[in-house]
């Protein structure tokens, strides 16, 4: 019940494409989910979260869509550029309800985006 | 610029060794992780602590250890390595609990043989 689903595995687009990401959870009592890129070599960096009371959230070219009903979010990104080739995570951190797990982050498997010029 | 840096950055080792990977950060971060990575799984959370003197077991602990002396310092042991503890590791802090805005160092790869 702690896991976050990550699909897909790899994805490849083109520049100028749309970039789509999904992730699903079952533990209600989440309530924070953040999505993190990571370049090779580097440490993962925080790129945008969302918490449960909106829908949707965006920053420049990115686009957090979350389905709290079906207990899915999505990472979009608008007009793909090469130099957004990198892993995504997403992953989700449980709120008080979480009880002593409060604040405990879970990612999800990892997408490997890769954007041809 | 406040930071948070791991060494070594690349490490083998044999198995049964005793191995400490070192994380030090400067932003003055109560909360400090340390995760693994390994394909397939994403970043999976080992101890973390949330202060000086508190140490807390994530979801992967068995063979890791840590303490905490200072704010700055975490350092992640393995007792006695294992070629199962072949991974990435990454070591995290944050201003709050949940992680929020977090701030990852640049990893360790550790190899086990």
């Known amino acids: 019940q702690q896991q976050v689903k990550q699909s897909p595995q790899s994805l490849i687009v083109q520049k100028g494409g749309i970039s789509i990401i999904n992730c699903a959870y079952e533990?209600?009592?989440?309530?924070?989910f953040p999505w993190y890129q990571q370049f090779p070599g580097k440490g993962p960096a925080l790129l945008i979260a969302i918490r449960p009371d909106v829908s949707e959230k965006k920053e420049g070219r990115f686009t957090i869509s979350f389905n709290k009903s079906a207990k899915q979010f999505s990472l979009h990104i608008m007009d793909s550029q090469p130099g957004d080739s990198a892993t995504y995570f997403c992953a989700a951190s449980l709120g008080v309800a979480g009880g002593t797990s409060y604040g405990k982050l879970t990612f999800g498997q990892g997408t490997i985006l890769t954007v041809h010029p | 610029d406040a930071e948070i840096t791991q060494s070594p950055r690349h490490k083998i080792t044999e198995t049964g060794r005793q191995v400490t990977l070192a994380c030090h950060q400067t932003w003055n971060h109560n909360n400090m992780f340390w995760y693994r990575q390994d394909l397939g799984h994403g970043l999976r959370l080992i101890h973390y602590s949330y202060g000086v003197q508190d140490t807390n077991k994530g979801e992967v602990s068995d063979g890791y250890s840590v303490s905490r002396s200072n704010t700055e310092d975490l350092p992640l042991t393995l007792e006695s390595a294992a070629s199962s503890q072949t991974s990435v590791y990454f070591c995290?802090?944050?201003?709050?609990?949940?992680?929020?805005?977090?701030?990852f160092g640049q990893g360790t790869r550790l190899t086990v043989v």
């Open positions: 995290a802090s944050s201003v709050d609990r949940r992680g929020t805005e977090a701030f």
């Open positions: 533990n209600t009592a989440f309530d924070y």
